[in-house]
């Protein structure tokens, strides 16, 4: 299913004065199969945007009590939206949204404070029934359960049963991430999922979503603060900064751009602040600024300037 936003707007509490506008025409095509990251400071209007992609949030024209309004008179006519997840069209109010979100997974930012049930069983149970048509059989819901917890790397047998409040952070975690697995969406959109990890955690957790992307999750959308995560693992990228789209890139463009991600306030994975300082002494290193891809650039470029030196010194070639 590919996303595709055109011109989209979006104000909270409209016409009060707590009016606040999230998003301000915003344009974007996520296409599918793509491993897609969304950056951008506090505030910049990520979360707001990913939630209208099951339709959590919703453009007034979907909203039930929606009555088309006659355009003013002489009034500038806005540019005309779009907003479509595959064939859902999620300005329509007609659509079924409980479809989509059925196609469209959701795991928010710390899922694990919306664990509730009594057993984690019945936790990642929960989702598959309540997206189901029709009734499960027990045996069908079982093996959707079994299977979600073993892809998030969770024992059946050994947390089945047990209170998702006993479980370790990191657990809790995996099992809130089951419970939006277990119906096998599309399209997974995730809002900071590693935040809060410790650096294995974070690994592991972006290796599941390599795996989920690589065996049936067709498309994934993750928006991170972590920028070497990103250029780690994102096809593209959008930088939000103030309910604006200010690129998309892949992390090999967009991490070139030292100065204008500077301006933005964002950070740079750890390999582009190298690579910065280096353009800085006159030497261009180029890389798509994941650790080892840099690490090899650099070592070719180090041996070739030796190889130059060792020359002019022994008259003969280094090593290459
Ligand atoms: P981000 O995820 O990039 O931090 P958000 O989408 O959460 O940004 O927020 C965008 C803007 O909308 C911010 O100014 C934020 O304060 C405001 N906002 C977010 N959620 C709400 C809400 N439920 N009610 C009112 N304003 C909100
Ligand atoms: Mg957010």
Request: proline content about 6%; charged content about 30%; aromatic content about 8%.
């Amino acid at each position: 299913m590919r996303i595709e936003a055109e011109h989209i707007n979006y104000t909270y509490n409209p016409g009060t004065e707590f009016a606040v506008q999230a998003l301000k025409d915003i344009s974007l095509t996520i296409e599918e199969g793509e491993f897609f990251g969304v950056v951008g400071h506090t505030g910049s209007g990520k979360s707001t945007f990913i939630q209208h992609l099951n339709g959590l949030i919703l453009q007034p024209s979907a909203q039930k009590k929606y009555r088309p309004k006659k355009p003013k008179k002489g009034a500038p006519v806005p540019p005309p939206s779009v907003l479509k997840v595959g064939g859902f069209d999620l300005l329509n109010k007609k659509t079924d949204f409980r479809a989509l979100r059925s196609k469209v997974g959701m795991v928010f930012q710390y899922p694990e404070v919306q664990l509730f049930a009594e057993t984690v069983f019945d936790d990642v149970a929960f989702g598959l029934k309540n997206f189901a048509k029709e009734p499960l059989k027990p045996e069908a819901i079982e093996e959707a359960v079994r299977s979600a917890l073993e892809t998030v790397g969770l024992d059946y047998a050994e947390v089945k049963d047990k209170s998702p409040f006993d479980l370790s952070g990191g657990q809790k975690r995996r099992v809130a991430i089951a419970g939006v697995i277990v119906t096998r969406p599309e399209v997974l959109v995730l809002d900071e999922p590693a935040a809060g990890l410790d650096p294995l955690g974070k690994k592991e957790l972006m290796a599941l979503l390599h795996r989920l992307h690589a065996d049936w999750c067709k498309t994934v959308v993750f928006v991170s603060h972590d920028m070497d995560e990103v250029a780690e693992n994102c096809s593209r990228v959008a930088v939000f900064a103030d309910g604006q789209i200010k690129y998309v890139l892949t992390p090999r463009a967009l991490f070139s751009k030292f100065d204008e991600l500077d301006a933005l306030g964002l950070e740079l994975p750890a390999a582009a602040k190298i690579a910065r300082l280096l353009h800085e002494e006159g030497i261009d290193i180029e890389s798509d600024f994941t650790p080892d891809d840099f690490a090899e650039k650099a070592a070719a470029y180090l041996s070739a300037r030796l190889g130059q030196t060792e020359k002019t010194e022994k008259g003969e070639g280094g090593e290459a």
